[in-house]
């Protein structure tokens, strides 16, 4: 029998996508502080939904830009965007060339995507880009996505990844 991994029966990637730009790009604080900021998201969760199937299912984009609004932003002054969040369709170098230009036009910056596979979707956080890959700071492991194995419009053969760029935030520190 293999054993269940974290993310596997529950949907908090999102959380900690959240949790993980801020370290990135904010000041530094303890284990614990972090703790205490993982509780403080989780308590509004439940208070505004009255449920805890976020817990399983995860937290849409909405969700995210109220976790900013009311604790990051106010907390950690942090700032963000959704440069794609009406667009109906963008190309992959579209969307490739926005993040470059964003990431490497500042310090204190990263950008929180939301990417599809044929069997999940997930949020993590993009900390650098190249012509090539992401390099991800993510909850699940993973190191880094390839370009050549994206796409923005949909899954296919050697598209692996659909980027959800309605759903992307690119976040910005003091």
């Known amino acids: 029998m293999r054993p269940y991994n974290q993310g596997e029966l529950d949907g908090l990637c999102g959380v900690y996508s959240l949790i ?23 308590k509004l969760q439940l208070k505004q939904r009255k449920s805890a199937n976020f817990l399983v299912y995860g937290i849409n984009e909405v969700k995210i830009a109220k976790l900013l609004r009311h ?7 942090i700032s963000y965007s959704r440069p794609f969040q009406r667009r109906k369709q963008l190309e992959l170098s579209d969307f490739w060339a926005k993040l470059e230009a964003f990431l490497h036009n500042g310090n204190n910056r990263c950008v929180i995507i939301c990417y599809s596979t044929e069997s999940f979707s997930h949020w993590s956080v993009v900390q650098a880009i190249s012509p090539n890959r992401l390099v991800l700071l993510d909850s699940s492991h993973k190191k880094y996505i390839n370009r050549k194995a994206c796409s923005t419009d949909e899954i296919s053969d050697g598209k692996a990844f659909l980027l959800e760029f309605t759903a992307t935030f690119f976040l910005e520190g003091k």
């Open 20 to 42: 993980n730009a801020t370290r990135l790009i904010s000041k530094r604080m303890s284990f614990a502080d972090w703790q205490l900021i993982f509780l403080k998201m989780l």
């Open 71 to 77: 604790i990051f932003k106010p907390q950690f002054g």
